[in-house]
């Protein structure tokens, strides 16, 4: 497991845009896939995004696809989700994940990954 730990949330009107950081740190990990899901009030954890680490293979939420854009920085351990033309169904907690051992499981369920962050509330309001 690794620590991670995200930045960035906040309250934005339609329209407008946000970008979340997540960290990742602790002792010789190796990381295989990092996403981002979120969480809206009496919903499931959803995926939105997420980059291999290895290749860089990025996925998207259909919803979020043109609007929102992942991006890594290897030497930081860090990813980024930037977030544009924010509609109020795009309110909820983001959650960065990390998987750092090499699970088989489909990169779209939150049982795919063994490290969370503690959430950054995204508001988007109308």
């Known amino acids: 497991q690794v620590q991670l730990v995200e930045s960035g949330g906040g309250l934005v009107q339609a329209g407008g845009s946000l970008r979340l950081s997540c960290a990742a740190s602790g002792r010789s990990f190796s990381i295989y896939d990092m996403s981002w899901f979120r969480q809206a009030p009496g919903k499931e954890r959803e995926f939105v995004s997420g980059?291999?680490?290895?290749?860089?293979?990025?996925e998207y939420l259909d919803s979020v696809k043109g609007r929102f854009t992942i991006s890594r920085d290897n030497a930081k351990n860090t990813i980024y989700l930037q977030m544009n033309n924010l509609k109020p169904e795009d309110t909820a907690v983001y959650y960065c994940?990390?998987?750092?051992?090499?699970?088989?499981?489909?990169?779209?369920?939150?049982?795919?990954?063994?490290?969370w962050g503690q959430g950054t509330q995204v508001t988007v309001s109308s």
């Open positions: 980059i291999r680490w290895t290749t860089g293979n990025i």
């Open positions: 994940a990390a998987d750092t051992t090499g699970s088989v499981l489909p990169r779209t369920r939150p049982s795919n990954y063994d490290s």
